[in-house]
C-alpha cells in the first residue's frame, strides 16, 4: 500500500469516529431538549391552572359587588320611601 492510501483509510477512520460521536452528543441534546419542552409544558399548565383559579375568584368576587350594590339601592329605595311617607 501506498502512503497515500493509508493516509486517506486513516482520515476516514478518524472522522467516522467523529461523526459518530458528534451523532451521540446531538442524540443527548435533543434528549434534553424533549426533557425541557415536556418541563415547560407542565408549567405553562400550572399556570393555566392559576389563572383559572384567580380568575373565578375574581368573577365571584364581581358577583360579590353587584350583590352589595343591589342591597344597597333596594334599602335606599326603601327609604326614600319611607321620607315620602312622613
Partial sequence: ???????????????T???VALGVQVWYILKEIRFSI?????MLD???K???AVSEGV????GLLSGIKAGLS??????GKKKEEA
Fill in 17 to 19: 469516529g467523529l461523526l
Fill in 59 to 62: 368573577s365571584g368576587m364581581g
Fill in 50 to 52: 392559576v389563572t383559572g
Fill in 74 to 79: 333596594f334599602f335606599s329605595a326603601l327609604r
Fill in 38 to 42: 415536556q418541563k415547560m409544558n407542565k
Fill in 1 to 15: 500500500m501506498d502512503a497515500v492510501q493509508i493516509t486517506i483509510i486513516a482520515i476516514s477512520f478518524i472522522l
Fill in 46 to 48: 400550572d399556570g393555566g
